[in-house]
């Protein structure tokens, strides 16, 4: 059964998976590239830590967007069909959720892989000073939580909400920003430092995108 479902859900993804491996493995180098002009030339440490200064920043963005853009799609898709496929499956509603939610994880694995393979191209390409040292793996993981995270969270939310997700989340960011505002009016700003590190520091439920996504360091 999981295996019927893994089919359909890569039947119903396979564009975007392929467009989100092909950004985060054309990432790396790219941002050498337009930032550097050439990767033969050689560079200082400073330069190859600038070189790569904003690369996190983005491939957390990406992370979160994949996961989104795998539920968002596997939804839409049984909507349309007024969720036939499921209802027709001779299994409960609740294992279906978790066997869609399994298959979409495992599908997370192959821009994760695409990033991993960027990254080494990027690596073979410059000249990386001795002084620093290239975590090619450790990103490519973080890479890959970062996505999980982010396909749970919308998950979450859409499988909860189902047609109503949209009036969930338009709820919370309208909350957020009112709460952001009051807190800014009434000179509370430290309330809105708190709650950014309670999702964001560890064990904060975002706390992977809090911490350090990068490639070359000390």
């Known amino acids: 059964m999981f295996g019927q479902i893994l089919y359909t859900q890569m039947k119903w993804s396979r564009a975007s998976i392929a467009l989100m491996s092909v950004v985060v493995f054309a990432l790396?180098?790219?941002?050498w590239r337009a930032l550097h002009g050439s990767y033969y030339r050689?560079?200082?440490a400073m330069e190859v830590l600038s070189g790569f200064s904003s690369l996190g920043f983005v491939l957390a963005l990406v992370a979160f967007l994949t996961g989104f853009v795998l539920v968002a799609q596997a939804?839409?898709?049984d909507?349309?069909?007024?969720?036939?496929?499921?209802l027709s499956l001779p299994i409960a509603w609740s294992r279906y959720v978790a066997l869609?939610?399994?298959?979409?994880?495992?599908?997370?694995?192959?821009?994760?892989?695409a990033l991993w393979l960027g990254c080494l191209l990027v690596l073979a390409l410059i000249e990386v000073p001795a002084t620093l040292n290239a975590y090619p793996t450790t990103l490519s993981l973080r890479f890959l939580l970062g996505s999980?995270?982010?396909y749970a969270v919308v998950f979450a939310v859409q499988y909860l909400?189902?047609?109503?997700?949209a009036h969930v989340l338009a709820a919370v960011m309208l909350a957020f920003a009112v709460f952001a505002v009051t807190a800014e009016i009434t000179g509370n700003q430290a309330m809105v430092s708190r709650f950014f590190a309670i999702l964001f520091d560890w064990p904060g439920p975002l706390a992977v995108f809090g911490s350090e996504w990068t490639l070359i360091d000390v």
């Open 28 to 31: 790396p180098a790219g941002l």
């Open 148 to 150: 999980l995270v982010g």
């Open 79 to 86: 909507a349309a069909a007024r969720h036939v496929y499921p």
């Open 42 to 44: 050689s560079v200082s």
């Open 75 to 77: 939804w839409q898709v």
């Open 161 to 165: 909400s189902g047609k109503k997700a």
């Open 100 to 113: 869609r939610f399994g298959a979409g994880a495992v599908l997370l694995v192959i821009p994760a892989a």
